[in-house]
C-alpha cells in the first residue's frame, strides 16, 4: 500500500465552482504537507505549504490539514480556467525526501 | 532570479548511446533531486543529494548514474539508453529552512530513446 494515495480524479467543473482535492496518507511522521500545480510539459511548481494540522489560506486557495484523520484537502474557490491543471499533493517529515501523490488532474470548464 | 534549469527540454536518442542530462540551480540549495515521471504523472525518485560529494539512490531502481561535484550543479548520466528510459525527467531543489521544506524544480527533460 501506497503512504500517500491522492483521489484520482481526473476532476471537470464548471468556472466558478469550488474544488475539493483530497490526499490521504498512513505514516505519522508526516509532519510537513504541501500542494504543487503542475501545467501540461512544465514542472510542478510549489502552491502550498503547511505544518502540522490547521488551515492556509492563499487567495482563492485553501491548504487543511487533519493529522488526527490523516488527511489533506486543497480547496479552490471560485475556480476559473487558468486552474485547470494537475495538482500534487506531498508530504515529509522534515527537510529531505518528499513523498508525492500521483496527482489529481482539473479542467474548469468556461 | 533564482531558479532552476534543465537541458536539454526535447531528446531524441538512439538505443545504446550515453547521455547526460543537465540540472543547474542558483539559488545555493544543499539538497537535491531527480524525478522521473510517468505519462500518468506520478513521480519516481531516482537519485538525490543532501550536498556537495553526497548522493544516494531513491525508491525507483534505475540505470542511471549521478555526481554532485559542486552545490549548484546535478547531472544525470544514462551510460546506455533504452526504449523504457522513454520519460519525462525533472530535477528539483529545497532548502533547509523550516520555514519552507517545498521543492523547486526545473521545466523537465523529454527523453525519447528510439
Known amino acids: 500500500q501506497k503512504e500517500v494515495e491522492q483521489d484520482p480524479g481526473p476532476l471537470s467543473v464548471p468556472e466558478g465552482a469550488i474544488v475539493s482535492l483530497n490526499c490521504t496518507y498512513s505514516n505519522s511522521a508526516f509532519q510537513y504537507f504541501m500542494w504543487y500545480r503542475q501545467y501540461s510539459r512544465k514542472g510542478p511548481e510549489l502552491l502550498m505549504y503547511?505544518?502540522?494540522?490547521g488551515n492556509k489560506e492563499d487567495g482563492r486557495f485553501t491548504a487543511q490539514v487533519d493529522k488526527s484523520s490523516k488527511y489533506i484537502s486543497l480547496f479552490i474557490r471560485d475556480s476559473q480556467p487558468s486552474d485547470s491543471a494537475t495538482y500534487l499533493c506531498a508530504m515529509s517529515a522534515g527537510a529531505g525526501k518528499s513523498t508525492f501523490g500521483d496527482g489529481t488532474t482539473l479542467t474548469v470548464k468556461p | 532570479e533564482a531558479d532552476i534549469y534543465q537541458t536539454p527540454r526535447y531528446l531524441v536518442i538512439g538505443t545504446g548511446k550515453k547521455i547526460t542530462l543537465e540540472c543547474s540551480q542558483t539559488?545555493?540549495?544543499?539538497?537535491m533531486y531527480w524525478y522521473q515521471q510517468d505519462p500518468g504523472m506520478e513521480l519516481h525518485l531516482i537519485h538525490y543529494?543532501?550536498?556537495?560529494?553526497?548522493?544516494e539512490k531513491g525508491d525507483l531502481s534505475s540505470e542511471s548514474t549521478v555526481s554532485r561535484i559542486r552545490t549548484e550543479h546535478f547531472p544525470l548520466t544514462l551510460e546506455s539508453a533504452r526504449p523504457s528510459h522513454t520519460s519525462q525527467y525533472l530535477c528539483?531543489?529545497?532548502?533547509?529552512?523550516?520555514?519552507?521544506?517545498?521543492?523547486?524544480f526545473g521545466s523537465g527533460t523529454r527523453l525519447t530513446v528510439v
Open positions: 528539483a531543489s529545497s532548502e533547509d529552512r523550516e520555514t519552507n521544506y517545498g521543492y523547486t
Open positions: 543529494s543532501y550536498g556537495v560529494n553526497s548522493t
Open positions: 503547511t505544518y502540522s494540522s
Open positions: 539559488m545555493g540549495h544543499d539538497k
